[in-house]
């Protein structure tokens, strides 16, 4: 079985500061990891994934993860936030056998102040 | 391209009261979902379907029907809705190709009260 934990349903940070939203999952099968971004009364959007490869992975809008196995985590940075990246973020998983099925974290939603 | 478009975008049903979800992409996608969200729990998957002609539960499949109706096409039933199913729905499909069929692209969802 696989799961996701975000830790924090919510991050507040200030206009410029660093982001970063942390994940950790459990997978017993090599995982592929996701990070979606949901602004209000939309849909969720495709950040960015990793399957194999570079462990160190870049998405849209500035922001990039770091798959790191020795510590089943991926964690979603940003160097400098701005007020758009105001929204609600989930971090997902599912593997190479099981691709029908994403299991999604609780999310933690992501304020900036000015 | 319209992506993954959803109907109703609101609805309010009363206790018992049965409707139809509709969900539709322009992908030439395989697989297509159903899922509800709710605050503090993330998405759970209701459905999903790999390919046209198949379907499959998910985490959360009671009190639900779907029909895949063709490629383009995954619909979501509740034939007599319960208070507990007062949520936020999204359809999402996923994508062709071994690099891409793990990305999921969603509807701009569907608000039920049930009341």
């Known amino acids: 079985a696989q799961s996701v934990t975000q830790l924090g349903s919510h991050v507040s940070v200030s206009e410029g500061a660093l982001v970063l939203l942390r994940c950790n999952y459990s997978?017993?099968?090599?995982?592929?990891l996701f990070w979606y971004v949901q602004y209000p009364n939309q849909g969720l959007q495709l950040l960015l994934k990793?399957?194999?490869?570079?462990?160190l992975v870049k998405g849209i809008n500035g922001f990039e993860a770091e798959f790191k196995k020795s510590e089943t985590s991926f964690h979603l940075t940003k160097p400098s936030a701005h007020m758009s990246d105001a929204a609600e973020y989930f971090c997902?998983?599912?593997?190479?056998?099981?691709?029908?099925?994403?299991?999604f974290g609780s999310g933690t939603r992501l304020s900036i102040r000015p | 391209n319209a992506g993954v478009t959803q109907t109703p975008k609101f609805q309010v049903l009363k206790t018992g009261q049965s409707m139809t979800l509709q969900c539709a992409q322009d992908?030439?996608?395989?697989?297509m979902y159903w899922y509800r969200q709710d605050p503090g729990m993330g998405l759970r998957l209701i459905y999903y379907?790999?390919?046209?002609?198949?379907?499959d539960k998910g985490e959360v499949p009671n009190g639900y029907n779907v029909s895949r109706l063709n490629k383009r096409e995954f619909s979501l039933r509740l034939e007599s809705a319960a208070p507990s199913q007062t949520s936020v729905y999204f359809c999402?499909?996923?994508?062709?190709?071994?690099?891409?069929?793990?990305?999921?692209?969603f509807g701009p969802g569907t608000r039920l009260t049930v009341t």
């Open positions: 999402a499909s996923s994508g062709l190709g071994r690099d891409h069929r793990y990305e999921q692209y």
């Open positions: 997978s017993s099968v090599p995982p592929y």
């Open positions: 990793y399957t194999t490869g570079a462990t």
């Open positions: 997902a998983v599912t593997s190479y056998s099981s691709a029908s099925k994403i299991i």
């Open positions: 992908m030439n996608h395989n697989s």
């Open positions: 379907s790999a390919s046209e002609g198949t379907t």
